[in-house]
């Protein structure tokens, strides 16, 4: 032996090798090397449009589309997100929901209107999350395993600017407000929270049961914290919608996410799963991630168009998933 390596005899000459824990350690930082460069490079910008139909409509309801986005995470220079959410509109919509979390810098609201476009001519509703009102800052990653961690908030962001540019478009903010609308001929009775990860939430301006006679019953929220959730499910709201969980950002195959940056579990940290008897829930992976944090991992950047049919008996009392499906497809 020489130092860390293995000496052989070549044509009569001694040749130093690279001992196995050394070429295990290179193998290792190479591998770490092409994951981050495929996370950064890659998949964060292989954004993907999933589908998911969900039978929570009243019996004798026609069916609608509602095209679920959330979590842009806008920085004004990203074009390949930009272009690729003005592409959103052709899948013709009956009803935009966006649950927060648009920018991340000061001058990311035209960036966020501009690459609406079309789609802030449709019916739309929303509310707003953490990353509309601040700008993001760099954290140290261990902290998202502690779910009791200390919130950092960068600068104050122009949410107003953002709200009025949706709001004169057209779309409805529910933030602590019910509204009713009529969409294809589905009437539905909504209402939102402001942020529950800010603790911004206040549920007792909303609380109780939503006109009975409407086709759809739709709750908003940026977060999907379990108390928001149960108090949805207790007045029998048919549908809860949320994002800012990433879908985990960073996933392992076969086992998924690591953490859900709130208190959900991680089985719900994306896609349609039940809450409680009556109410189902469908939380967005997002779309973007934040600037200190520009990568994905087994969890693309994502759009969900979810197909809304009549239940087959509403409010059921099967807690069971029978019924929801899902598949995915790119946009391209």
């Keep these: 032996m020489v130092g860390n390596g293995i000496v052989v005899e070549v044509s009569g000459k001694s040749i130093v090798t690279t001992s196995t824990p050394a070429r295990v350690a290179l193998a290792a930082a190479g591998s770490a090397t092409a994951g981050l460069a495929y996370a950064t490079l890659i998949e ?5 449009l999933r589908e998911a139909t969900m039978p929570v409509l009243a019996p004798g309801s026609q069916t609608i589309r509602v095209l679920h986005i959330s979590d842009l995470h806008m920085m004004p220079n990203q074009r390949m997100k930009q272009n690729w959410l003005r592409e959103l509109d052709r899948l013709e919509p009956d009803l935009v929901v966006n649950t927060g979390d648009n920018l ?17 001519a449709r019916p739309g509703l929303f509310v707003f999350g953490s990353n509309d009102y601040f700008a993001p800052k760099p954290k140290n990653p261990l902290k998202y395993f502690k779910k009791s961690h200390k919130k950092v908030f960068g600068e104050p962001l122009p949410w107003q600017d953002l709200r009025a540019a949706f709001t004169e478009r057209g779309w409805l903010d529910v933030t602590h407000t019910k ?45 999907p914290e379990p108390r928001v959730l149960d108090r949805f499910a207790a007045d029998g709201y048919d549908l809860v919608l949320a994002g800012h969980t990433h879908g985990g950002q960073l996933c392992v195959p076969f086992y998924g996410a690591l953490v859900t940056n709130c208190e959900i579990d991680r089985s719900r940290v994306k896609g349609p799963s039940r809450w409680g008897a009556h109410t189902q829930l469908h939380v967005s992976a997002g779309i973007g991630t934040s600037p200190y944090a520009p990568a994905r991992f087994c969890c693309r950047p994502e759009a969900t168009l979810l197909t809304l049919t009549p239940a087959p008996h509403r409010r059921a009392e099967s807690g069971s998933d029978e019924g929801v499906s899902r598949s995915e497809a790119v946009v391209r």
């Design 44 to 48: 964060r910008n292989a954004f993907t």
């Design 104 to 120: 991340s810098h000061q001058r990311s609201v035209p960036a966020v209107v501009q690459s609406l476009g079309s789609l802030l």
């Design 179 to 223: 509204r009713e609308l009529e969409v294809a001929g589905v009437r539905i009775a909504t209402a939102g929270v402001d942020d529950p990860h800010l603790k911004r939430d206040r549920y007792d301006t909303i609380a109780g049961v939503p006109n009975p006679v409407a086709d759809l019953t739709l709750g908003i929220t940026h977060s």
